[in-house]
């Protein structure tokens, strides 16, 4: 994101805590695009500090795995003005309401905008630092503030980047519409044994068989029964896969093979990946913990959890993003609705 920014013309500041990747950029002076977007992407400044990245910032693109957006919110709070946009991209489901509350418990008074989106809008991968190669490009976006009254002027200010971009109604929209709590978590656990084989594999082409597909989908019911509890109507994850990406087919199975951006993603060859350790605590955690919460029968996501856990030894539903964690813990549907709309409990 950095790199493509700074090729429409923007100037940009990137933070990141790993000095190899921040050494790297400094020496390169940017970040060296292919793919989709081919050029090199100059940058003001690369470094450790987030108070020289943030300072005088009109938006600040918490660009990271959903894990780490607790420590980013606690680094941000003594910084932050009035009048900057955090815009976490992606929230995974509850970003926004985690890092609101971090800055409530850090007393942060900074009159801010805080916005989420659905997903990643990159299908990308970097080879090395400094690098990165940009697979496709959505040509879809969802995002809201917290407060939903915030969101029109929040996309205005992002649609100056990315025209695709267009509004949530709430977060609880962009939220419950994370794709990769359906597209990670349970199909690479049924993949465990091709993980640790040690063999190259494709992770969309190979690893969404029809049955797996298919449980997805059984998952992803869950999903949606949990935003209909809260008034919401989503696509499907094969409709989404539609609305971000044009494929489509009559399976999950063929969706994913029909959408080009997928051709080359290589499978990993370790269980712990992101794609359990990151889209189990922030995406299928907070799902399970509302669906419980509303009574909406979510035993396909608490089984991959609970699987997920047996299989890494982590305890996923004790640190995750669960309703106690995100400060909605003792509020109906309605109240929940109502405080991510106005911003008030």
Same mark, same amino acid.
């Given at each position: 994101m950095a790199g493509h920014l700074s090729l429409m013309g923007f100037p940009v500041r990137l933070y990141d805590i790993i000095p190899e990747t921040v !050494? /790297?950029? %400094?020496r390169k002076g940017g970040i060296q695009l292919d793919g989709l977007v081919k050029g090199f992407g100059k940058l003001e400044v690369a470094t450790l500090n987030v108070a020289e990245a943030i300072e005088g910032a009109d938006i600040i693109a918490v660009v990271t795995p959903a894990v780490?957006? %607790? $420590?980013?919110? &606690?680094a941000c709070a003594p910084h932050l003005a009035h009048g900057q946009v955090v815009y976490i991209h992606p929230g995974a *489901?509850?970003? /926004? =309401? $985690?890092? %609101?509350?971090v800055l409530e418990d850090k007393k942060c008074n900074a009159r801010i905008g805080i916005a989420e989106a659905n997903s990643l809008i990159y299908a990308c991968r970097s080879p090395e630092p400094a690098h990165a190669s940009i697979l496709g490009i959505k040509s879809d976006l969802l995002v809201a503030a917290l407060p939903a009254t915030e *969101? %029109?002027?929040v996309v205005e200010m992002l649609n100056n980047t990315f025209p +695709?971009? #267009?509004p949530a109604k709430n977060v609880l929209e962009t939220g419950l519409g994370n794709p990769n709590a359906m597209m990670h978590p349970a199909p690479t656990l049924l993949n465990a044994s091709m993980i640790e084989s040690g063999r190259d594999w494709l992770y969309y082409w190979d690893g969404i068989t029809p049955s797996i597909g298919a449980f997805v989908e059984a998952i992803d019911q869950e999903r949606l029964s949990v935003a209909k509890a809260f008034g919401l109507d989503l696509p499907s994850i094969r409709e989404w896969y539609g609305l971000a990406y044009g494929a489509r087919g009559n399976s999950l199975t063929e969706v994913v093979r029909n959408n080009k951006a997928y051709a080359g993603v &290589?499978? +990993? &060859?370790?269980? =712990? *990946? #992101?794609?359990? =350790? $990151? !889209?189990i605590p922030t995406g299928l955690v907070p799902m399970a913990s509302l669906g419980r919460v509303l009574g909406v029968d979510v035993t396909r996501m608490e089984t991959v959890v609970r699987l997920g856990e047996f299989l890494t030894g982590k305890t996923f539903f004790a640190e995750g993003r669960t309703? !106690?964690? =995100?400060?909605?813990?003792?509020? *109906?549907? $309605? +109240?929940?609705?109502a405080f991510v709309e106005t911003g008030t409990r």
């Open positions: !050494d /790297a950029v %400094r780490a957006h %607790r $420590e980013v919110a &606690k *489901t509850g970003g /926004a =309401l $985690e890092f %609101r509350k *969101t %029109r002027w +695709q971009i #267009r &290589k499978g +990993q &060859k370790t269980l =712990l *990946t #992101r794609y359990l =350790l $990151e !889209d309703v !106690d964690a =995100l400060g909605l813990s003792g509020m *109906t549907s $309605e +109240q929940i609705v």
